[in-house]
């Protein structure tokens, strides 16, 4: 009976907790990466930091930072020449900033844009998955608030039925 009753916990405490394994990267590091391009020598040099600092900007706890980040990483992708390999980065980046913002959906759909282009990419595949999850949770949690104020309107009826 102990073993169920830890089980049944254990299968509550999964479906809330989210499982996901994404760094997150503090403001002395965004800082330093803003440095960075700011002393870039070289344009190429520039290219690499910007996309460092992209990085570190979807991988913040703040959501103004994050934000910036996906911007920085559409603006990089419109009319730009990129290899496959460097698409598939910056379609990642905008998944995990999309995901980070709450925007799973749209998270999603970067996500499989990236897996068209690397289906077997470790980092996009489980990200799917926690969005995924995520995706499904905020469906069940929706359906539960919306019978629980269908059963509060019920009850509210009876109850003014009853008392007429």
């Known amino acids: ?29 965004i800082a330093g990466c803003e440095r960075e391009v700011a002393e870039a020598a070289t344009e190429k040099h520039e290219k690499e930091s910007i996309m460092r600092l992209s990085w570190a900007l979807v991988h913040s706890r ?25 698409a598939r980065e910056k379609l990642y980046l905008l998944a995990v900033g999309h995901y980070r913002s709450g925007d799973y959906p749209k998270s999603r759909q970067f996500l499989d844009h990236c897996l068209e282009i690397q289906p077997d990419c470790g980092q996009a ?40």
């Open 125 to 164: 595949l489980a990200l799917k998955k926690v969005v995924e999850d995520k995706i499904a949770k905020d469906g069940v949690i929706g359906i539960g608030i919306a019978t629980t104020a269908l059963g509060l309107l019920v009850g509210i009826a009876a109850a003014v039925a009853r008392k007429n």
């Open 1 to 29: 009976m102990d073993a169920k009753i830890g089980r049944f916990f254990d299968a509550v405490g999964a479906f809330f907790s989210s499982g996901e394994n994404i760094p997150w990267c503090d403001r002395d590091i």
């Open 62 to 86: 703040n959501q103004a930072d994050v934000l910036r980040g996906i911007g920085m990483l559409q603006a990089s992708l419109v009319g730009a020449t990129t290899s496959p390999l460097q």
